[in-house]
């Protein structure tokens, strides 16, 4: 399985970015996608997920209304549109995948199976 993670960059505060993760190795109708952040001196923290099969969203109280997680099942990939991006936004970004995880444990960053290789986003204020 891999998951190649792109798209972060540097932007002001204010502005935009998408993030995606394409994904190969295997179907992933059974998973749950991720993506997970960290920062600097801290750990590293659920910001969106979705079901593959389903398409149920779940995001983090800091970016719920201004992530959006999707997912495009031709091109095996799920994407993170980040919109009115702050800098305590700045961090590396990981997409994740977790087989079968349940919907109380899916925040769980040790929940999931597989990562990729990260991709920075950084916010200037």
């Known amino acids: 399985v891999q998951l190649q993670a792109s798209g972060g960059g540097l932007v002001q505060a204010g502005g935009s970015l998408r993030l995606s993760c394409a994904a190969s190795?295997?179907?992933?109708?059974?998973?749950?996608m991720g993506w997970f952040r960290q920062a600097p001196g801290k750990e590293r923290e659920f910001v969106a997920a979705i079901r593959w099969s389903a398409g149920n969203t779940y995001y983090a109280d800091s970016v719920k209304g201004r992530f959006t997680i999707s997912r495009d099942n031709a091109k095996n990939t799920v994407y993170l549109q980040m919109n009115s991006l702050k800098p305590e936004d700045t961090a590396v970004y990981y997409c994740?995948?977790?087989?079968?995880?349940?919907?109380?444990?899916?925040?769980?960053?040790?929940?999931?199976?597989?990562w990729g290789q990260g991709t920075q986003v950084t916010v200037s204020s």
């Open positions: 994740a995948a977790g087989f079968g995880v349940i919907t109380g444990r899916l925040r769980i960053a040790h929940e999931y199976d597989y």
């Open positions: 190795g295997r179907t992933f109708s059974s998973y749950v």
